[in-house]
């Protein structure tokens, strides 16, 4: 199956500090990912919809300017958690779709934060 | 809206053994997909089986299979089988057609027996 890479796996900042998780489709192009946090013993909750080249579409509830989206390119999209709090913390989750907007999608293996 | 419901929050089942987990949904889309996906301690999320809401026969991928009941609106997954290994949270989603976006199910935790 396809390959979705993230990179951090694991990060641990301070309160007030931005972070930036990548999120890379490695052996095909997609040009929509998924953004979805996780809380513990939870499911997964879809953040934003990340197209390449384009605004990314957030959910309800979700504040766009704390979670910055970026897709520069067709194998790229970043997630940036900014000013990040404790609460902030959580697992991040991305997912790439292959092909068409039917197509199935690959997810990520995820990105642990922490906020202290 | 589309909804999933997975009403198992926590399974056993013996080494060996086939066990099933439950999974209804609601939708008003015509045209949809049904997926399941098995997310172990590690945090990924594994692709495990897809059903198309026109697919007259169920879907089986080795020892996944999953029963499709298009009039009751469920489609659960069936795992032959069970090994160790299969333990693990288990998501039962829904893609629609009209926003070709994943609603996630709350999820089954599979513990395999020894």
């Known amino acids: 199956g396809a390959v979705v890479s993230q990179h951090p796996s694991w990060v641990i900042c301070k309160s007030g500090t931005s972070v930036k998780i990548e999120c890379r489709s490695l052996d095909f192009q997609a040009t929509t990912m998924f953004w979805y946090r996780q809380f513990p013993k939870q499911s997964l909750m879809l953040m934003a919809t990340?197209?390449?080249?384009?605004?990314?579409?957030?959910e309800q509830g979700v504040e766009k300017d704390k979670f910055l989206i970026n897709h520069a390119s067709l194998t790229l999209s970043t997630l940036t958690v900014t000013s990040a709090h404790p609460e902030d913390s959580s697992f991040y989750i991305c997912?790439?779709?292959?092909?068409?907007?039917?197509?199935?999608?690959?997810f990520g293996p995820g990105t642990r934060l922490l906020v202290l | 809206a589309q909804k999933i419901t997975q009403t198992q929050p926590g399974m056993f089942v013996q080494e060996k053994e086939a066990v099933t987990l439950d999974c209804t949904y609601d939708t008003s889309d015509q045209s949809y997909g049904l997926f399941w996906y098995k997310q172990p301690s590690s945090g990924e999320m594994i692709f495990l089986i897809y059903?198309?809401?026109?697919?007259?026969q169920n879907a089986t991928e080795g020892r996944y299979s999953l029963n499709f009941q298009k009039a009751r609106k469920s489609a659960n997954l069936v795992i032959s089988a069970s090994q160790l290994g299969d333990s693990a949270m288990y998501f039962c989603a829904i893609l629609s057609s009209g926003t070709y976006k994943y609603i996630f199910g709350t999820g089954t935790r599979l513990k395999v027996l020894a």
């Open positions: 997912s790439a779709r292959v092909g068409t907007s039917y197509g199935t999608q690959y």
């Open positions: 059903q198309g809401s026109y697919d007259e």
């Open positions: 990340s197209n390449e080249g384009s605004k990314a579409t957030y």
